[in-house]
Antibody, heavy 118, light 110 residues
Framework: QVQLVESGGGVVQPGRSLRLSCAAS????????MHWVRQAPGKGLEWVAD????????YYADSVEGRFTISRDKSRNTLYLQMNSLRAEDTAVYYC???????????WGQGTLVTVSS | QSALTQAASVSGSPGQSITISCTGT?????????VSWYQQHPGKAPKLLIY???NRPSGVPVRFSGSKSGNTASLTISGLQAEDEADYYC??????????FGGGTKLTVL
């Protein structure tokens, strides 16, 4: 059964860091492009970052460029999002998602809530 | 990258058809056939309905269909059912090798 499970969310002060994890099961994570998408409370979806199957091409939304880093660990079949210099506007549910084409996300995790507040 | 433009809300009665539009620019929707549509029920993760403009993943009913003309993509739901009441989001690849979502449309089944 294809499944993604996020973890690592929580409450963090502005300017601090947090690392999210996304454990994949039922498929090989490194065979797909993988993405992070977030959703602020009561708001719409916002694409955050992706890492292509080749593991080389990595792209970020302008809103997180230079602060967030996406990576993966093949041995653990796990995707990560390192978030530094967090801001209040980064408060959101963060989802990881699997890409089956080109920005077509067929499998999503349950989401993990990140709250940036003093 | 600015969000794609969607109507905030749309409604229809059971059995009717509705169409949700998604307007972008020549840097996203207008230049690429990588438009996707997602359905999201409250408190749940989004679900992929349509990808590459008009392709349905396995398990998605045929009453969900997609199309595109110029800078505007559309999702049509035929034979509306009560369980279709949800938020719907479009997305498109962009010339910057990123993805951009629409603001979302809340569908109410009357």
């Amino acid at each position: 059964q294809v499944q993604l499970v996020e973890s690592g969310g929580g409450v963090v002060q502005p300017g601090r860091s947090l690392r999210l994890s996304c454990a994949a099961s039922g498929f090989t994570l490194s065979s797909h492009g993988m993405h992070w998408v977030r959703q602020a409370p009561g708001k719409g979806l916002e694409w955050v970052a992706d890492i292509w199957a080749d593991g080389i091409k990595i792209y970020y939304a302008d809103s997180v460029e230079g602060r967030f880093t996406i990576s993966r660990d093949k041995s653990r079949n796990t995707l990560y999002l390192q978030m530094n210099s967090l801001r209040a506007e980064d408060t959101a549910v963060y989802y990881c998602a699997r890409d089956i084409s080109y920005y077509a996300f067929d499998c999503w995790g349950q989401g993990t809530l990140v709250t940036v507040s003093s | 990258q600015s969000a794609l433009t969607q109507a905030a809300s749309v409604s229809g009665s059971p059995g009717q058809s509705i169409t949700i539009s998604c307007t972008g620019t020549s840097s996203d929707v207008g230049s690429y056939d990588y438009v996707s549509w997602y359905q999201q029920h409250p408190g749940k993760a989004p679900k992929l309905l349509i990808y590459e403009v008009n392709n349905r993943p396995s398990g998605v009913p045929v009453r969900f269909s997609g199309s595109k003309s110029g800078n505007t993509a559309s999702l049509t739901i035929s034979g509306l059912q009560a369980e279709d009441e949800a938020d719907y989001y479009c997305s498109s690849s962009t010339s910057s090798n990123t993805d951009v979502f629409g603001g979302g449309t809340k569908l109410t089944v009357l």
